[in-house]
Structures are given as structure tokens and as C-alpha cells.
Nanobody, 123 residues
Framework: QVQLVESGGGLVQARGSLRLSCAAS????????MGWFRQAPGKEREFVAA???????NYADSVKGRFTISRDNAKNTVYLQLNSLKPEDTAVYYC?????????????????WGQGSQVTVSS
């Protein structure tokens, strides 16, 4: 089993920045691709960004140019830097890990999930 623990959410004003972290423990060697998803109230969970073990990345169009995903393989940790935040970015952000070794954007392709971290952007 793999456990994912997130940190770094909070309340920020529009145009501000936050950094989310997600640390994997347990059988972390089985993880290849890691991703971030988010879910706003009344909406479905949506893909935000993903990064492979070799650090190829992919972003949702809505966050491209504003968010940056990165990872430290030695620490089994993935990060999401959120810049130029907008009120519509308000959501619970979930870290996810997949055994698949290429970019995946479907939530069903991820095997493990973090507990979620609230990000609230005020206008």
C-alpha cells in the first residue's frame, strides 16, 4: 500500500500564490506517475496536472501557465505551485499516484489518493 499525505492548502487572495506538497510513503517504489486533481463544490473532480517519474508534465488548459507541477523522486514527494490564483481555483485539491509509467489524466487510472487539501481564493 501507498499513503499520500498532502500539505500546504489555505486561504489566499486573488493573484496570490500557494504551494501544495504531497509525500508518499509505504510501497512508494511502485509509483510512477503522480497527479493533482481538484473538486469544487457541486462539481465533478477534474484533472489539474500530472508528472511522470522521468518528469514529463501535462496540465489542464485552465491552469497552464499559472500552475507548475514538480517532483523530488528521492523524497517521494510531488509539488504543485499555484500562481496567479483566481477565485475559480477554489476547490479541494487531491494528490494522486499511479503505477502507470506515462501521463494519465483520468482519475480512474490512479491507484492511490491523498486526503485532500482545501484551497480558497478570495476576490
Amino acid at each position: 500500500q501507498v499513503q499520500l499525505v498532502e500539505s500546504g492548502g489555505g486561504l489566499v487572495q486573488a493573484r496570490g500564490s500557494l504551494r501544495l506538497s504531497c509525500a508518499a510513503s509505504g510501497r512508494a517504489f511502485s509509483i510512477n506517475t503522480m497527479g493533482w486533481f481538484r473538486q469544487a463544490p457541486g462539481k465533478e473532480r477534474e484533472f489539474v496536472a500530472a508528472i511522470t517519474y522521468s518528469k514529463d508534465t501535462n496540465y489542464a488548459d485552465s491552469v497552464k501557465g499559472r500552475f507548475t507541477i514538480s517532483r523530488d523522486n528521492a523524497k517521494n514527494t510531488v509539488y504543485l505551485q499555484l500562481n496567479s490564483l483566481k477565485p475559480e481555483d477554489t476547490a479541494v485539491y487531491y494528490c494522486a499516484a499511479s503505477k502507470v509509467a506515462f501521463i494519465v489524466v483520468l482519475s480512474t487510472m490512479y491507484d492511490y489518493w491523498g486526503q485532500g487539501s482545501q484551497v480558497t481564493v478570495s476576490s
